[in-house]
């Protein structure tokens, strides 16, 4: 019973069938085939606004095109310190992006300190030209926490971008995830709030390896595709991605799946909020629970597999997927009420 990561879930069946249809005949490479061509027109219909859409097969390669297109190689980039940008892409952005500096800022809950965030900047520039420009604030969404910035807190990043004139980029690759807890049109959440660049995930929601940098502002297009094939990630057989991204956002399959995974992570969370301890607020489709090492132990052994988070001994990282089963999720639950008894 596989609760360690929503990466290690299999493929949606209708995703996978995207693909096998997808593989009939010939069919033009490097992007310029049927369905990476009808792409960006559905990328369109769904965030209601102009918008570039470059398909990718990983993350990494989204978030650190986005950090070059964001800022120059003299440019800074704050995020919050433990972000998968910071802590898990092993010098990608700043290889993409010819040097850009990453400057983490701490708070609560997986989340940026917009506050922090303020005071840095208020203090950036005082040495010239001997720091770095601060360009662009990276935000993930939903978090590595299994959290969510909040509307609100989306309308105070704007103000805070604006007034120092800098970019905003989201990190989704549970972006499915945080609209479907937050029950809004993804337009409301992204470009609407001043979202310029946003790594849309599909792959940790039943895809494949599919990923998009969506890019909403056409100042900061700039040498994109060249970026990408320097980079190693323009794909020739392109159509496999883009049939992914199409049957993923057709019928609104995206939502359903992360509706299904967030569910059952608030079944489990409501199943023992009242007895257990949880680290970080349930919001999306991760929980991150404290229990007795012993516990711990006699879990594995009964055949449940998850994360010890990193720094801890007694705290588990439990993600919840497309294709987590409701019966499984009975069984951790009753299985843990039986352990601490």
Known sequence: MNFRSDNEAPVNPIIMQAIIDANQGYDESYGYDKYSEA?????????????????????????????????PPYGSAFCFHRSHLNADECGAPEFFSDGVKLIGIDGENG???????ENTLANSGVHGEHECLPSVISITQSTEAGTIYSSEE?????????????????????????????????AEMTWKKGVDLLSFGATKNGA?????LVIFNPKIIGDIKRRRKRAGHLISKMRYVSAQLLAYLKDHLWLKLANHA???????YESLKNSHKFVYPVQANEAFLQLPISVISELRVKGFEFHIWPGSN????????????????????????????
């Open 39 to 71: 792409l960006t027109e559905e990328f369109k219909q769904l965030f209601g606004c102009w918008c570039e859409v470059i398909p990718l097969a990983t993350g990494t390669a989204a978030n650190s095109l986005a950090i070059a297109l964001a800022a």
């Open 111 to 117: 989340k940026i300190d917009l506050d922090k965030l």
């Open 154 to 186: 989306m309308d105070r990043l704007l103000e805070i971008k604006n007034k120092y004139g800098l970019y905003l980029h989201i990190d989704g690759a549970r972006i499915a995830n945080a609209v479907a807890a937050l029950n809004q049109p993804i």
């Open 208 to 212: 494949m390896m599919a990923e998009a």
């Open 262 to 268: 967030n569910s059952q992570a608030q079944y489990f």
């Open 314 to 341: 007694d705290i588990i990282r439990l993600v919840f997927s497309h294709s987590t089963k409701k019966d499984d999720v009975t069984n951790l639950i009753e299985t843990i009420v039986n352990l601490c008894k």
